[in-house]
DNA sequence: CGTCAATGTTGACGATTCGTCATTTTAGTA
DNA sequence: TACTAAAATGACGAATCGTCAACATTGACG
């Protein structure tokens, strides 16, 4: 069961990426993502509406100018990080692909990964909510919406090729007039569905009564045994292959997670 | 198949509604209405983003004090209108409930209704995605924040009721450890993450390549025999029920979104 | 009917925030 | 060094937000 899925260090193709030619060009992109990191920042300590231009440039040791050559407007300078944490997710996804077993089975580890990202980065998960909405997807500079489209092809697309798997392995037949697309897109919904709830009701006030946890797991299964994608959830124990994924692939990314909801005194805890 | 579902006319307990006590209040209440109303039309006209205090202020006949009484802020009034949203939601939701059929089939009406919402009022379905960010939770009344949960509650217990109805019917049998609240929960993920998505990406460039008509009935599905909900979909042509649901019950809705659709040349047909 | 307190309304105002642009500075090159 | 293209600056105007002291309306009561 060897992979000749994306290639892992491909993050972007070239078209959409501003060529790097010299020393200059170089310190601008690393002054980027200079400013978003303190663009984060100011996030977690003013709120999220906390974060103004104007703060960011009295944060930063540029000008305001230079700022907005970054940035074309506040909107953008959301999307610029939600297209870093559409990165960083393909980081994740791609190490959890690396789990060994099943097609099934690394299926799971990706939605671990989703969900672990965005435990690990709430911020940056609202800012990718955020961006689905018309408010940012108006104002944004049309070069970044761009960028922004294509990650998340690519995200869908190491999706697709689990599911290709699974096909090509006879462990999933796709019903007469389905494509592999639908059932993935399905299997985005309810990973998007169900994280995007979670997150935002337990932000809100509610007393979760769910087993968090297990949660995201339960769905999924839930939805994957729909499709006959075997071995079914009945047959096998997916609960254990979950903890797997946290203690062989995410080892250093959970006692990170960890070691900061202790500090915060959060609970979103995922193993 | 009797219901004693929840009481048809029962908004909002009166718990979390201004007493309406004396012309005076029914005045203002009317007004507030009428301002939601010159919001939407505002939003719909300038964007989402093109929505202002001082554009709603204009085009009313009130000053900026009195708008500012009934709406705390910006945020508050996007939580007003999806309270709104919320409430002409559940208002779907019952009318769907009338839908001759078993408990599964009743399930679908209730999705078909929530899509069929999300596409009669698109600019509704975005305020309550952007509720759900925390700029407006963060800014928003307290009150309204409240109402907001209720209203929530109440969209949910719909779920949850027919969940409660299948189990008795016999239809459904939950895993052992399982709830039906973990169940409805599902049913809710999959239900908000494909409408979502589905409207996040029509909005964007993307050609959709899915059927988006039957993409959301489809995922249904699958999750709904993955819980062994009888009869599955392998015995039943629940695609006819789907689209009795728009002959029986939402004729109405439907031709006015047709209408609509019609003149803006969206492309959201749903029948 | 007149008075008064409570309630509701007004719009001018200060504080932010946004985004622009004419000017100055810097980096690279001849 | 001189010159040019690219980049940085920050003062500025426009827009938006939300407040508040002054004013108006209502209705209860003598």
């Not at 959301?78 to 297209?83: D, N, T, V, W």
């Not at 995007?196 to 932000?203: D, E, H, K, V």
């Not at 995410?250 to 609970?267: I, M, N, P, Q, Y």
Request: glycine residues 6%.
């Amino acid at each position: 069961m060897e992979f000749n899925l994306v290639s892992k260090d491909g993050h972007l193709s070239d078209c959409l990426m501003k060529k790097i030619t010299g020393k200059r060009q170089q310190a601008i992109a690393e002054r980027e993502q200079e400013l978003l990191l303190l663009a984060e920042h100011i996030m977690a300590e003013h709120g999220f509406s906390g974060l103004t231009m104007d703060k960011l440039v009295a944060a930063c040791d540029y000008s305001k100018g230079t700022v907005y050559n970054h940035f074309s407007s506040k909107e953008d300078l959301l999307c610029a990080l939600c297209i870093k944490a559409m990165q960083t997710e393909l980081d994740f996804f791609y190490k959890a692909l690396n789990f060994k077993g099943n097609a099934r089975e690394k299926l799971l580890a990706l939605c671990f990964a989703y969900r672990l990202h965005a435990l690990s980065h709430p911020t940056l998960f609202y800012c990718v909510l955020t961006s689905k909405t018309p408010a940012v997807a108006e104002r944004a500079s049309q070069e970044r919406l761009d960028m922004q489209f294509v990650l998340e092809q690519q995200l869908g697309e190491v999706c697709n090729q689990l599911f290709v798997l699974a096909i090509e392995n006879g462990e999933l037949q796709p019903p007469e007039g389905t494509t592999f697309t639908q059932l993935s897109f399905a299997a985005w919904a309810m990973a998007f569905g169900s994280t995007a709830l979670m997150l935002a009701a337990s932000t809100a006030q509610l007393v979760q009564a769910l087993e968090e946890e297990k949660t995201l797991m339960f769905n999924m299964n839930l939805m994957l045994d729909g499709m006959q994608w075997l071995p079914l959830s009945s047959d096998f124990d997916y609960w254990d292959s979950w903890q797997r994924v946290g203690e062989e692939v995410f080892v250093d990314e959970l006692s990170k997670l960890k070691e900061h909801t202790r500090h915060t005194g959060a609970k979103g805890k995922i193993t």
